[in-house]
């Protein structure tokens, strides 16, 4: 069976700290703007602050919540005393479809999962999700569709910086291509160890990598 190829876009890339105040001052110092409180995600155990990096793009900067009794998600961030990359989430259309073409291909995947947060300013996100159940520890992305009636946060955002460079290390060149190949993403990569991802944000006082 022919599957139609899915075409896939960075929607936003995702840096994680045990402390936000000061993963946000360390991106400021290097970049020039500041990022933005954007909210908790409740159940989670996170919060997280915004950078736009252009039109539908941006940098959430994700930390433990303290007013959340755990973490339930990106375990590592609470060991991590600098900001760096832990993930990556992909647009490619309707997340219907996006399921249905992982299915095809006989990739082991969960949701759709309906996600929200409360923004600072009272307004609601919501979004649809399908996350891999191999991501290889967060190389490869899970997909997101925002709901028509919220705003990308990539709008309302900080602006001023832009995602200069975003890319992988990875030691096995035919299984991400074929990785890549099938989930339809572009992401340039560079054989290597360890694996990581690793980005570049400019913005006007200077580059920070990630």
Known sequence: ??????????????????????????IEAATGVRAAPGGSHPGKGTRNALLSLGAQRYLEIMAPDPAQPGLQWFGAIRDMEEPRLIGWAARAGDIGTVAQHLRDAQIAFTGPHAGSRIRPDGAKLEWRTVVLEDDANGLLPFFIEWDAGSTHPSATAPAGCELAGFGVTYSDAPRWSAAATTLGITLPATLGTPPRLHAAIRGPSGTIGL
């Open 1 to 26: 069976m022919t599957r139609t190829p899915l075409h896939a876009v960075t929607d936003h890339v995702i840096a994680g700290c045990r402390d936000l105040s000061h993963a946000i001052a360390t």
